[in-house]
């Protein structure tokens, strides 16, 4: 199912139901990913964001490893090794498709030429920053790919992401603990639980899904804002 | 003058231990096997990679890792479903990792090609990758200092090219070469095939002979082996 | 999303007085002359051109200049044989000029397009042109730290555009095209041809499309006019 | 006529002549280019270098507006407004050859890859600071173009000029009065009266033409050596 887009000003809690399956989370995210955007989708539960958007949607994708206009996943029979998306999973080239390096490629991101990126996240705080690149765990190694260049970007970085780990702490908070991929650089959180903005006004809530307002900021340790003003 | 061999082993000769080496591909697209599996024989040690990935599977890059010829590795996802062999290697302590976001490492080598002593970069700022380094903010936005990364040595591979030296690449297997191509003293790239000048469009010519030093020609190397 | 028009005044609409127009071409080479005629029709004055030079004869840049539109220039190579305009505006202090380098300039427009926020250039040091600019040795060499120059509006001139706004361009005529393409916020091509989607080889694209928001089909131009 | 190339060490007298006409000044150079070398030929005399580089040199001229392997002038019937070089001229594509836009072109200028670079000069200093830009005439209109990118982005800068002004003053100088275009670039000084090594070590006369090493000396304001240290 897909929800319609909310109504400007209103912040709109979808009752009667759970929260957000994964496939849904995809579609809300496609569904507010204007018409005839440039976008890069990161890798991971992100790329599923375009097996949601409209055929006529006009939004031409970006990966990092240097080309616009990627098309879908190949199937088998179309697996060429020399077109992979950035998780180096096989992709099509419909017509219209550019190829560039990686010099090139990354310029198009650090020069804020795209219009919206979706990425994951470990923690992003109200003010918008973003830790999704490293758990800082003593053993982890690190490993950072594109994700510095494409939190800092985009026009609009959308994060995409379980409202609460599973040891039920919010993931949404005041502050990151884990390490930052980028200051102050998302713009709006999906979630299972609720679509937030965030940013320099703190966090509003756009929309809930199976849960209130209220019922939210009463397990979150930062304050939650409705479009209303309520 | 581009050098073009069918030798694998003449194509790396002369890699010097200690080097820093420039080694194309994302995952296994443009990523130069059949050097990479010279230069393992060719035995240069201690070297300094410098690669976006820390090699896959157990070919390529994570063969040369395997064979403990890498004293640091620099790139940006040295952690991947298949890359056990660096794993391994991090845990004992037997590599060095610098890790850099993938467009400062792919701008930092641009710079080391096109002459650029340093350059404001906002990527990073305010991150663990970005400690220690200098910081400005230019017209209200944060960035940091970023050094050119140059090569010795550049391992790439490429689609065609033609007798003089020039390349082109295919679909997003262009990736790091043709930065790499300029970043480096000395160029060596593997190409499926060498074509006659004429051959290729020049306004599609991705990468001049300028920076072209030495060809295989992989189509020659298979003939003859 | 690239709109494409065949009407010369609907490509340049909406220009301001006091912006900054990044003018392609190399002399007369890749000069988009049908948008500056149509931007003389359209009006705007007071305007910063970034050019590489200060106009040929008395067309395009040239009648720009002398329609009285322009305050100031910022090019590599205002004086040329055939210059005779702009000598005349800056013998009579009425255009201020800002000599660049060339390759600083080109340089500068691509930092403004790739995010950079300022980089250190080898280029004019000890040099009048580097006159107060903050300088720095790095690894031994001196540097001039350059900052990037953004365009409000960039008028270029390419070969073929697709329908989805990719271009390519022809021979030497590319020139500041592409660089220019990316370092502003409204950037309108003049094309020959406005070709459908395929047409083009992906990996021949100049331009990708992200980078161009209008286009002039000169041919459907001339079909109407 | 063409000169052999001199014996190394030694610096060579050709007497019983003139000084050097433009043509055989240009043979000069061309004839230093090496084998196989990647050349951009100045505006102006420079130019003309090319008419005398055997057809069998490999040489590959670059010129800044975004060409490698830039064949000779157009004829008439060749001529294609698309097609110039850094003078405007129309000049011709052979194959082999490769286009680039101008951050590309100057990025392989600025670091270095050119082994040879030619220009003309107002002045050339003992260190190798090269005046050429700009005469510093309060009415004359400053036009860099890629003089100063040229200057620093080739590993040898060779200078061709007359030796002397039509006022008879020197053009190779301890200090240039002249506005700079880069500090300590030129390696080689080719004038119509010999050819000079310039740099760290002062300035070497390597040959003259028409005259003596000692008579250049007396009418000039820098130390001359001789590569036979005499």
């Known amino acids: ?230 | 003058m581009t050098a073009i061999t069918g030798d694998p082993d003449e194509a790396v000769a002369g890699i010097a231990d200690g080097a820093t080496v420039l080694v194309g591909g994302f995952g296994m697209a443009g990523m130069p096997v059949t050097l990479i599996e010279a230069l393992i024989r060719q035995g240069a040690t201690d070297l300094t990679v410098v690669s976006n990935n820390a090699g896959n599977g157990d070919t390529g890059l994570a063969a040369l890792l395997a064979a403990g010829r890498v004293r640091k590795m620099i790139c940006s996802f040295p952690r991947q479903s298949d890359s056990w062999v660096f794993d391994g290697l991090y845990r004992e302590g037997r590599i060095e990792l610098e890790v850099v976001p993938q467009g400062n490492l792919a701008e930092r080598m641009r710079a080391a090609g096109a002459g650029i002593g340093a350059f404001f970069s906002p990527t990073g700022v305010g991150t663990l990758l970005a400690e220690g380094k200098e910081r400005r903010t230019i017209d209200g936005r944060e960035y940091v200092l970023e050094y050119p990364i140059k090569g010795d040595v550049a391992l790439i591979g490429a689609y065609l090219g033609d007798r003089r030296g020039n390349l082109v690449y295919r679909k997003t297997a262009r990736n790091f070469g043709p930065v790499m191509a300029t970043a480096a003293t000395l160029t060596i790239a593997e190409v499926r095939r060498v074509v006659e000048l004429g051959e290729l469009d020049p306004e599609a010519v991705v990468t001049p002979s300028i920076y072209v030093d030495r060809i295989l020609d992989l189509s020659a190397a298979e003939a003859s082996s």
């Open chain 1, 1 to 230: 199912m897909t929800f319609p887009i909310p109504p400007a000003g209103r912040t709109v809690e979808h009752l009667g139901r759970g929260p957000l399956g994964r496939d849904e989370l995809a579609a809300v995210v496609a569904r507010d990913i204007p018409r005839d955007s440039f976008v890069n989708l990161g890798i991971g539960q992100p790329t599923t964001v375009a097996d949601h958007l409209a055929a006529d949607s006009g939004v031409i994708l970006h990966t990092e490893n240097g080309m616009l206009g990627m098309g879908p996943a190949a199937s088998a029979d179309e697996v060429d090794p020399d077109l992979t998306n950035a998780g180096k999973i096989p992709v099509t080239e419909p017509p219209g498709a550019a190829y560039f390096h990686h010099a090139d490629s990354f310029a198009m991101m650090r020069g804020g030429h795209l219009d919206v990126c979706v990425l994951g996240a470990y923690q992003v705080s109200e003010r918008g920053d973003l830790a999704n690149w490293h758990t800082g765990a003593p053993d982890a190694i690190p490993a950072v790919g594109g994700a510095m260049d494409l939190a800092i970007g985009a026009k609009d970085v959308f994060v995409m992401m379980t409202l609460f780990a599973r040891d039920g702490s919010p993931k949404l908070v005041r502050e990151c603990t884990y390490p930052l991929t980028g200051l102050a650089c998302v713009s709006r959180l999906y979630t299972d639980q609720a679509l937030f903005q965030v940013g320099p006004g703190g966090v509003t809530a756009v929309e809930t899904y199976g849960t209130t307002v209220d019922e939210l900021a009463a397990r979150l340790d930062v304050t939650v804002s409705r479009l209303d003003g309520r």
